[in-house]
């Protein structure tokens, strides 16, 4: 039960362990303890809901990019090859979801430790965006913004981000 709950909570941002807080609509909230599930397991889908939050971020973000006729040809670079990157972690969790179809014994560490790579990436990737919606970058200044974040040393967020520079040029 907890597989599925975290394959649609990569993709979606939310599963059905997930409650809606009273006074905020788009605050997702676990309920605190369900009997039947351990402790540790909620904090790992947690983990994994976190995830798919910050890919329905991105997801959203591109798809306003697109949606605005006025969006400049740096940042629709930029956009385009945010969507490959994406692309690539829906291919992971369909390679995930396929392992999990034949190996029911998978447990939620298996997805935590298979997408390691974009629970390091995705928060910085919507710091990045956040930035650039924030402070209006435009044009060559999105350029120096993303090279800022390629002199991170973490191996995986400067590589990606070295091929949002390279789309951009």
């Known amino acids: 039960m907890a597989l599925h709950e975290a394959l649609i909570a990569l993709q979606t941002g939310c599963s059905g362990l997930l409650t809606l807080k009273q006074d905020d609509p788009y605050?997702?909230?676990?309920?605190?303890?369900?009997?039947y599930v351990h402790q540790g397991e909620l904090e790992i889908l947690d983990r994994l809901t976190q995830l798919g939050q910050h890919y329905r971020t991105l997801d959203e973000y591109i798809q306003n990019i697109f949606k605005d006729k006025k969006s400049g040809l740096y940042i629709?670079?930029?956009?385009?090859?945010?969507?490959?990157?994406?692309?690539?972690?829906?291919?992971?969790?369909?390679?995930?979801?396929?392992?999990?179809?034949?190996?029911?014994?998978?447990?939620?560490?298996?997805?935590?430790?298979?997408?390691?790579?974009?629970?390091?990436?995705?928060?910085?990737?919507?710091?990045?965006?956040?930035?650039?919606?924030?402070?209006?970058?435009?044009?060559?200044?999105i350029l120096d913004i993303i090279r800022r974040y390629t002199l991170d040393g973490n191996i995986i967020l400067s590589s990606t981000m070295k091929k949002l520079l390279c789309s951009c040029h």
């Open 27 to 35: 605050f997702k909230k676990r309920l605190p303890t369900i009997p």
């Open 76 to 141: 629709l670079s930029f956009a385009f090859e945010l969507r490959s990157i994406l692309q690539t972690y829906l291919n992971c969790l369909k390679q995930l979801e396929h392992e999990c179809l034949i190996d029911t014994s998978l447990t939620l560490s298996h997805l935590l430790i298979s997408l390691t790579d974009y629970n390091l990436l995705f928060p910085s990737l919507v710091s990045l965006i956040n930035k650039l919606q924030t402070n209006g970058y435009r044009g060559c200044q």
